[in-house]
């Protein structure tokens, strides 16, 4: 179990376009105040980023720059080029609606993998937030006795992995099924609380997280590990 402090406001830097609105949407509600700058408001050089009146953009206190949706590829990279030379400290992070567009739902986006990263207490258990008949004994008596003592809450996506787990969260029975065995504990009812299950952030980086927030915080998750590498 480890702990980590999510980004403050002014250490987030949105790179936006009017096009994607939910994206504001969400940022608004997991780091109220962050700073932003329209994508027509951004200029690049080989060795700095300045707005149309010629003034240079300071990143002295960002840490993480967030990229809007369809950014042109050429320019996407030449601004990652730019950052990675001359900011290597700052986190970088894209946010691609077009492969898991199935996955959205009440204003919900999948990848606020950099966010997440950053905040949320995670208990490792590798492959098992996929049940199945075989495992599920198994399964349910790992979350009791490593996952519940932590968390007040677990995210579990079933049926499959990945997409199919996802996309068929909120019509799954094995869902209610491992909500009511796993979240079998005094004064929660899983069935009243089943909307904190809409709350889920997906993340496809290195690992898979499965997030829980209510109003915006964050208040726990597990996560997935995986071997794959992801590139921004």
Do not use: C
């Not at 480890?2 to 403050?8: A, G, N, V």
């Not at 406001?9 to 949105?14: D, I, M, N, Q, Y």
């Not at 105040?33 to 240079?56: A, Q, R, V």
């Not at 990229?67 to 990279?77: I, S």
């Amino acid at each position: 179990m480890h702990t980590k402090k999510l980004f403050d406001a002014k250490e987030v830097l949105f790179l936006q376009d009017p096009k994607y609105q939910d994206t504001e949407n969400i940022l608004n509600r997991l780091v109220p105040g962050y700073n932003k700058i329209s994508l027509t408001e951004l200029f690049i050089s080989p060795d700095k980023l300045y707005k149309p009146n010629g003034e240079s953009l300071s990143l002295e206190e960002i840490k993480l720059i967030i990229f809007a949706p369809g950014l042109n590829y050429t320019y996407k990279h030449s601004l990652i080029k730019v950052l990675k030379h001359h900011y290597p400290e700052i986190l970088l992070r894209n946010i691609d609606t077009v492969p898991y567009s199935n996955w959205h739902w009440e204003n919900k986006f999948e990848l606020f993998s950099a966010l997440i990263h950053k905040s949320v207490e995670t208990v490792k258990l590798p492959q098992t937030y996929v049940i199945n008949p075989q495992a599920s004994k198994e399964i349910t008596q790992q979350f009791r006795e490593s996952v519940m003592p932590n968390f007040p809450f677990v995210l579990k996506a079933a049926l499959g992995s990945q997409g199919k787990s996802v996309k068929k969260i909120n019509n799954a029975p094995e869902f209610n099924i491992f909500l009511d065995s796993i979240l079998n504990i005094e004064g929660f009812d899983s069935k009243r609380n089943y909307y904190l299950m809409q709350e889920m952030i997906y993340s496809p980086m290195r690992s898979d997280y499965r997030i829980i927030a209510i109003q915006g915080k964050i208040i726990g998750g597990m996560e997935r590990i995986s071997n794959k590498k992801r590139r921004i």
